[in-house]
């Protein structure tokens, strides 16, 4: 079965999984990892796809293969992740994001967002957010106009942040996200779970591109009951 438009490729997925797993401290620094026919069967994929993935972690500095002795992991501070900013985890820990797009707009930006852009448009994207398969989040994003005039459905990539870097030449660094309580909207797709009206946490967040401009503003809703929010923090010991 071919893969959905926009989806990651699974050995891509895989290594995202195991990235957030060493970034929250599932999977620590030196663990050997299972031996890969094993860690495969687990997986549901084929040996060669799970290799892909891992040599995709060694490049990004999170592993290191040992011949004739395993794969270890090297937990790095700053881990790099096309997930980096996403903050949603399955209740148990972990879960690989991933989205099905619900629809995309361009219309003119709504009063009730805080300003962000320069242009008085926007596009606007609503998607349902899995965590693990399971449904987790509705989203719903805004993205100034200025930085595309138009944004074709099937170029989106689940990851946002990764379509806007690669294809609008924008790049997210940095977000402020303002946690607190709202209700499922009202265009709410069934298999969300949650009934439309019904009060869930809601995160609100302002992203900027590089130069410190807002960018995008994003809304989601998430299930509590499937869903938390992490943030990690981490002080550097003074010298």
Known sequence: MPRPSGSLPRFLQIAELLVRDIAAGRLTDGERL???????????????????????????????????????????????????????ELVEGGGLPTARLLSLDRLPKPANLPAFGASDHAHRIRRLRFLGGRPAAVEEIWLDAGYAETVAPEALSESLYLFYREQLGLAITRAEDRVGLGHVPEWSPPG????????????????????????????????????????????????
Do not use: C
């Open 34 to 88: 299972p031996p890969e026919r094993e860690m495969a069967a687990q997986l549901g994929v084929a040996i060669g796809t799970l290799r892909k993935a891992l040599a995709e972690v060694e490049d990004r500095g999170l592993l290191q293969r040992v011949q004739g002795s395993g794969n270890y992991v090297r937990a790095l501070a700053d881990p790099r992740s096309i997930y980096a900013m996403f903050r949603l």
């Open 192 to 239: 969300f779970g949650r009934p439309p009206g019904e009060p869930v946490p809601h995160i609100l967040r302002i992203a900027y591109d590089a130069d410190g401009r807002r960018a995008e503003v994003s809304q989601t809703w998430f299930d509590h009951n499937v869903a938390r929010y992490v943030a990690r923090l981490k002080q550097e010991p003074k010298g």
